[in-house]
Nanobody, 131 residues
Framework: QVQLVESGGGLVQAGGSLRLSCAAS????????MGWFRQAPGKEREFVSA????????VHANSVKGRLTISKDNAKNTLYLQMNSLKPEDTAVYYC????????????????WGKGTMDYWGKGTLVTVSS
């Protein structure tokens, strides 16, 4: 099992920045990839970004490219999401997730990421962007 704990959410004005963190513990050696997902009020959960845990492959949703950046620190078993130029539509609960499974076809397989087929999930951290 892998345990994930997010932190760093909060209230920020439009145009501002936040950095989310996700601390992983447990069987972290089994992780293939980690990612961020979000769920806005009244909407379905959506994919934000993912990174290969033992490599450098990264994929971002088109809606966040250039503003939200995923990164990791393997030594600290921590995943990050740097969020810049925030918009009110970025308001959501942000979830950290991890998977033991290899992504089929290639790492940028957006159909795969869109399904949210991850093995472990954190409880989420709320990000509220005011206009």
């Amino acid at each position: 099992q892998v345990q994930l704990v997010e932190s760093g959410g909060g209230l920020v004005q439009a145009g501002g920045s936040l950095r989310l963190s996700c601390a992983a513990s447990g069987r972290t050696f089994s992780i293939y990839a980690m990612g961020w997902f979000r769920q806005a009020p009244g909407k379905e959960r959506e994919f934000v970004s993912a990174i290969r845990w033992s490599g450098s492959n990264i994929v971002h949703a088109n809606s966040v490219k250039g503003r939200l950046t995923i990164s990791k620190d393997n030594a600290k078993n921590t995943l990050y999401l740097q969020m810049n130029s925030l918009k009110p539509e970025d308001t959501a609960v942000y979830y950290c997730a991890a998977s033991d499974r290899v992504v089929p076809i290639n790492f940028a397989n957006m159909e795969y990421w869109g399904k949210g087929t991850m093995d472990y999930w954190g409880k989420g951290t709320l990000v509220t962007v005011s206009s």
